[in-house]
C-alpha cells in the first residue's frame, strides 16, 4: 500500500527567474542550490501545456533546510496568477524570522511590497504571542514572516 512518507519542496511560478532569485536570494538571503532548464519529454508529461517550450528551474533552501523550486515556464503565454489570500486555490510561504520588525524595516528600505499595513501581534491559537507579516515577491506571491515567542 502506497503512503506519504515526508515533503520534498514546494514550488512557486514567477514570470522571471532572474529576478525571482535576485529577490529570493539577494534580498531575502537563502541559498540557491541549482538552477536548470528542463525540455526533457518527462516535464511535458507532468505538466501537459500546450505549446511549451521549456521550464526554467531554481531550487533555493531555507535555513532549516526546506527547499523552495521556483519554475519560469517559457515558450507560451503567461498570465498572473495573483489573489486574494482568501481566494481558494492560492497559497503562500511562511518564513520563520529573527527580529521581525528590524527585518521589515530592512526590507520596506529595500523596495520590497507588504499586503500588511503592520506587523501583527497573534493573540489566540497555535500562535499565540507570535508575531506576522505578510509581504510580496516580485510576481505577487505571498510570503509571511512569523517570529515566533521563545
Known sequence: MGKI?????SGITVKCLE???RF???TLGLTCLATQVVN???IFDIVTLSGLKEVKIAFIQIPDGSVIELLEYAGMDVQSGRSRSCDYGTGHLCLQVDHLAELYQELKEKGVKFQSNQIADITSGANKGAKAIYMLDPDGYIIELMEKTK
Open 24 to 26: 529570493y536570494v539577494d
Open 40 to 42: 526533457a519529454s518527462y
Open 5 to 9: 512518507i515526508g515533503y520534498i519542496h
Open 19 to 21: 529576478d525571482a532569485l
